[in-house]
């Protein structure tokens, strides 16, 4: 339970760092982005959806940040700690490879009733 704790609070570290570095690279993303859409029949939609897009993968960045760090804190004593660390796996399922790795195993580390009953 240790080295998962650990993990959690390097890995929502590293998603914090993700999360900043995506608002500061924010008006280069855009940039490229658009430089693709030089020949769309209407660039101002899919301009649109991308900024959406784009504030959503800095949200669930820094949720998944700060729900590991603080569950990693907090496992061991409350059962908020777990729910955090679930939520927290749940969205870094959207994070290759660490993210899956990581949170496919904190799934089945937190929830060993349903795990025996599938084998």
Known sequence: MKALRIFWIIYGILRVCAGIAQVFFAPTATVMFGAL????????????????????????????????????????????????????????????PIGIALGVYTLFHLFPAAAKENV
Do not use: E, K, Q, W
């Open 37 to 96: 859409l030089g020949r769309v029949p209407d660039p101002f939609t899919l301009m649109g959806f991308f900024h959406v897009v784009y504030v959503l993968a800095i949200l669930v960045s820094f949720a998944c940040g700060i729900l590991g760090i603080f569950g990693g804190l907090a496992i061991g004593n409350s059962l908020a700690g777990r729910g955090m660390l679930i939520a927290a796996s749940l969205l870094a399922l959207s994070d290759l």
